[in-house]
C-alpha cells in the first residue's frame, strides 16, 4: 500500500495566488521529508529538506520566501507556494525515508501535485 | 559537476530481452546508498533497487538487479525478461551518506521503451 500521500493530486490556479501542497507519511513517523520539483521531460530537482519542529533547509537557488515549508507534524509537511506565477507550474513531489529491513533507508515518494498557474 | 550520469537519453528493447540501463555516479564520501526509480506516465516514482557502498553483494529485486562496480563507480540496473509494463522513465539516483536524513540527488533519467 501508498507509504506517503500528497495532496492535492493535481491543482490550477491564477497568477499571483498562493497554493498549499500536504505530504502525509502514512505508516511511519518522519523527522525528515523531502520536496522535489519536476518540470516536463525533466529529472528531479531536491528543493528543500523538511525537517519536523524546525526550519527547512532549501537547495541553493530555491527562494525559501516563495516556498514555504512547514513541518509542524511527524506525519505532515506542506508547501506553499506564495504569488504563484506561470514559471512555478511544475510536478512537486515529496518523499520519506524509511528504514525497510534489509535494504537500507529507502526513500520513498508520494504521488505528486502537478501545479498549473494560468 | 554531475554527480550522477545517465548516458542513455531513450532505449528500445524487443520484449523478453534484457536491458542494462547505465549510471555512473561521483563522490568523494565511502559511506553512500544508490537508488534506482521507475517513472510511468502517471508520475509516481516507484522504487526498484538499493544499494549500500558497503555492500558486498549486487542487489537484486526479482527481476531487477543492480550491477555494482565500485571501483569503476558505476552502478547499472538490469532488468531481465522485458514486459511492455516496463515501458518508463527510470532515474538513477545517490545518497551521499547512509542517514535515511540525507539527501537524495537524482541523474537525467532514461527512457525505455518495450517494443512488442
Known amino acids: 500500500g501508498a507509504v506517503v500521500s500528497q495532496h492535492p493530486s493535481w491543482v490550477i490556479c491564477k497568477s499571483g495566488t498562493s497554493v498549499k501542497i500536504e505530504c502525509r507519511s502514512l505508516d511511519f513517523q518522519a523527522t525528515t521529508m523531502f520536496w522535489y520539483r519536476q518540470f516536463p521531460k525533466q529529472s528531479l530537482m531536491l528543493m528543500a529538506t523538511s525537517n519536523e519542529g524546525s526550519k527547512a533547509t532549501y537547495e541553493q537557488g530555491v527562494e525559501k520566501d516563495k516556498f514555504l515549508i512547514n513541518h509542524a507534524s511527524l506525519t505532515l509537511s506542506t508547501l506553499t507556494v506564495t504569488s504563484a506565477h506561470p514559471e512555478d507550474s511544475s510536478f512537486y513531489i515529496c518523499?520519506?525515508?524509511?528504514?525497510?529491513?534489509?535494504?537500507?533507508?529507502?526513500?520513498?515518494f508520494g504521488p505528486g501535485t502537478r501545479l498549473t498557474v494560468l | 559537476a554531475q554527480k550522477i550520469t545517465q548516458t542513455q537519453p531513450g532505449m528500445f528493447v524487443q520484449e523478453k530481452e534484457a536491458v542494462t540501463l547505465d549510471c555512473t555516479y561521483d563522490?568523494?564520501?565511502?559511506?553512500?546508498?544508490l537508488f534506482w526509480y521507475k517513472q510511468p506516465s502517471s508520475g509516481e516514482m516507484i522504487f526498484l533497487i538499493y544499494?549500500?557502498?558497503?555492500?558486498?553483494q549486487n542487489a537484486t529485486e526479482g527481476r531487477y538487479s543492480l550491477n555494482f562496480q565500485k571501483a569503476r563507480k558505476s552502478a547499472n540496473l538490469v532488468i531481465s525478461a522485458s514486459q511492455l509494463g516496463d515501458s518508463a522513465m527510470y532515474f538513477c539516483?545517490?545518497?551521499?551518506?547512509?542517514?535515511?536524513?540525507?539527501?537524495?540527488?537524482f541523474g537525467k533519467g532514461t527512457r525505455l521503451h518495450i517494443l512488442p
Open positions: 539516483a545517490m545518497r551521499e551518506g547512509l542517514s535515511r536524513d540525507d539527501k537524495i540527488i
Open positions: 544499494q549500500g557502498s558497503y555492500d558486498q
Open positions: 518523499s520519506v525515508s524509511t528504514g525497510v529491513p534489509g535494504m537500507g533507508d529507502t526513500q520513498y
Open positions: 563522490t568523494s564520501d565511502p559511506s553512500y546508498g
